[in-house]
T-cell receptor
């Protein structure tokens, strides 16, 4: 158990809909990272937050947005969903934004768009 | 884009050492080398990281060349449960996006 909690574990929704994925980081971790992993694909970095502020942005579509709340949990919002958005979405957390701290990953949310 | 190059796949016999190479020829002085692994579709698991010196923990050893342009992850006694995709990442100050490449699919065989 990494200490990072992602909910829900599974989500099935229709095209055009909007969903929210939730991530609770490990206690004390200030950084949260979001990744997308399509079937048999690598992990695509989406976005990173540190203590409520956006720190880095990767290949995140305009239809996607994220935020980190004062209690440090984070949400990834996916809207106008397309079939190609079906993927595993992982959240990771780390202690700080400095590079000498390892990140711990949650077990992911499997999103299926039908 | 990922700043590392790894072989696509490797096999290793159970009980033997698994040596996974990684090239990171454009690594800068403040970037660390990290290794993670992903077993099936589980969340990636941290293994080890280092800056300049070789590192060892209960899971593995990390050997970084003197010029820091490549590294090797060593699993000293591979087991079937070590079958996974292993990712080598460089990550440092000014490079906040921790990007994964395609990784190496390690298969440990009986």
């Amino acid at each position: 158990d990494s200490g990072v909690t992602q909910t829900p574990k599974h989500l099935i929704t229709a095209t055009g809909q909007r969903v929210t994925l939730r991530c609770s980081p490990r206690s004390g971790d200030l950084s949260v990272y979001w990744y997308q992993q399509s079937l048999d694909q690598g992990l695509q970095f989406l976005i990173q937050y540190y203590n409520g502020e956006e720190r880095a942005k990767g290949n995140i579509l305009e239809r996607f947005s994220a935020q980190q709340f004062p209690d440090l949990h984070s949400e990834l919002n996916l809207s106008s969903l397309e079939l190609g958005d079906s993927a595993l979405y992982f959240c990771a957390s780390s202690e700080g934004h400095r590079p000498n701290t390892e990140a711990f990953f949650g077990q992911g949310t499997r999103l299926t768009v039908v | 884009d990922a700043k590392t190059t790894q072989p696509t796949s490797m096999d290793c016999a159970e009980g033997r050492a698994a040596n996974l190479p990684c090239n990171h020829s454009t690594i800068s002085g403040n970037e660390y080398v990290y290794w993670y692994r992903q077993i099936h579709s589980q969340g990636p698991q941290y293994i080890i990281h280092g800056l300049k010196n070789n590192e060892t923990n209960e899971m593995a050893s990390l050997i970084i060349t003197e010029d820091r342009k490549s590294s090797t992850l060593i699993l000293p006694h591979a087991t079937l449960r070590d079958t996974a995709v292993y990712y080598c990442i460089v990550y440092g100050l000014g490079n906040n996006d921790m990007r994964f490449g395609a990784g190496t699919r390690l298969t440990v065989k009986p």
